[in-house]
């Protein structure tokens, strides 16, 4: 079951990872690839700060020990929640050292203000990245200037787990959140989806908007910053294997829903193993 050593490896919470692993593989095809979806615990936007620490830890040292020296969060959740304890006090006392964890905020907030003529950004996120903070205090650090309003929409993940995102049903829940959010502020001209889960949602969140307010997705910014990382580090990128291969993980043990939205991404027919990340841990 183990994977080849020097895999890049992908981590979320669920499927909704895999909006960002297919930019990944788009702008990086030649590299191996591991992803990982702890769909049998999702969705963590409702967890405590501890829990989403632990899962996300646990399936960060499952990837290290299938040889992966580098893991990307495509979870905002876990980038708000956890990432910064893993960087400065789980690697350093732990046997990966040298490996190394990266995340989907910093990366967003670095271009975000790119987007906006107003000035005013929506952020629709789960309520843990909300309540986080972590998408204003970025954005504060590269643009000052910005106005951040920020909408919490705890329905769509489970939506989008169960397979109900393309449905009639799915727009009243869409529709409630937009309408939460513009409230806030009628200058809004930029909305990010600050959860990979999201664009699965996008055409519909694009329906119930004005055609001039922009819909940021995070796939494409996320590969151009690591793509850049890389460039940074070539010491990392040394470490990583070649062969454009890809590997799907799943910690839910009926693997047929997973390989099923999987397949929506890529080509290939996706026939993902079930892991139980916490052993060992």
């Known amino acids: 079951m183990k994977a080849a050593g020097g895999a890049i490896g992908v981590f979320d919470s669920g499927i ?25 615990r999702a969705p963590y936007g409702n967890r405590s700060f ?41 690697l350093p006392n732990s046997p990966f050292a040298d490996r190394r964890v990266l995340g989907v905020i910093r ?7 790119d987007y906006t003529k107003s000035k005013h950004i929506g952020v629709l996120g789960t309520n843990g990245t909300v309540q986080s903070g972590s998408y204003v205090l ?14 919490a929409c705890p ?10 995102y393309n449905k009639p049903g799915a727009d009243h829940y869409v529709e409630m959140y937009l309408d939460e959010l513009m409230q806030q502020s009628p200058d809004i001209d930029t909305i990010l989806l ?16 004005p055609a001039n307010i922009k819909v940021v997705a995070q796939g494409d910014i996320v590969a151009a910053s690591l793509a850049d990382y890389l460039q940074r ?38 026939k993902s193993e079930y892991v139980d990340v916490r052993e060992g841990c």
């Not at 909704?16 to 049998?40: A, C």
């Not at 329905?155 to 109900?164: A, K, M, Q, R, Y």
């Not at 600050?194 to 908007?209: F, G, M, N, R």
């Not at 910690?251 to 099923?260: G, K, S």
Request: glycine share 6%; with cysteine; proline share 5%.
């Open 50 to 90: 501890n829990t989403i620490h632990q899962y996300t830890w646990e399936c960060v040292q499952w990837m290290f020990k299938q040889g992966c020296p580098l893991v990307i969060l495509a979870c905002n959740t876990a980038s708000a929640k956890a990432l910064r304890t893993i960087q400065q006090h789980d």
């Open 16 to 40: 909704g990872g895999l909006t960002v692993f297919r930019s990944i593989v788009e702008q990086l095809p030649g590299y191996n690839y591991l992803y990982l979806g702890d769909n049998g």
């Open 194 to 209: 600050a959860c990979t889960h999201y664009p699965l949602l996008q055409e519909k969140i694009k329906a119930h908007l």
């Open 138 to 151: 970025e954005i504060e650090k590269f643009s000052p200037d910005i106005n951040v309003h920020q909408q």
């Open 233 to 270: 580090h070539p010491e990392m990128e040394q470490r990583l294997s070649r062969g454009a291969n890809k590997k799907f993980y799943t910690t839910i043990d009926d693997t047929a829903d997973f390989d099923r939205h999987a397949s929506r991404f890529f080509a290939d027919n996706v």
């Open 107 to 113: 990366p967003t907030a670095e271009v975000i203000g």
């Open 155 to 164: 329905l769509w993940v489970p939506l989008i787990e169960n397979g109900e």
